[in-house]
């Protein structure tokens, strides 16, 4: 069963995963959870295929790192019924690591809690609070 997440900073619930908008090639971005539409910043959680859709978009958006190198910017992808190796993430806590690839993770880039900042494929280090998220069940998110 596919399940509804907030994706947010460990220790930080207040700093959220937000698409910058509902088209592809939005950026994907971090949020004060407070300055953002909830629609913005509520994934499904695709068990299947593992992959991250936006669930305001009936899931037909989904996460994608673009290419599995540091610093490549995380976009919202058509998702066309099969998720390709960089649209698959699997929550292993409190790292978002690719499927494919364990290496890379989503991190905020350099760590900065600024609204606006970039969201991006970096390969593990084990140390940076960037890279450390937390998910939390949407219904019951404040």
Known sequence: MDLRYVIHLAGQPNWVIAASD?????????????????????????TEDNSIALASTS???????????????????????TATTTQ????????????TDHSYVIDNYGG????GNRIIVFQFNGRASSQQWERSPADSFK
């Open 22 to 46: 509902t088209y592809v090639g939005a950026p994907l971005v971090l949020r004060n959870k407070d300055n953002a539409d909830s629609s913005l910043y509520t994934w499904t959680f695709r």
């Open 88 to 99: 698959q993430w699997r929550y292993d806590a409190p790292y978002l690591r690719n499927v």
């Open 59 to 81: 899931n037909s958006l989904v996460l994608d790192g673009q290419s599995l190198t540091n610093e490549s910017n995380i976009v919202l992808a058509a998702y066309t019924g």
């Open 112 to 115: 900065y809690l600024t609204d």
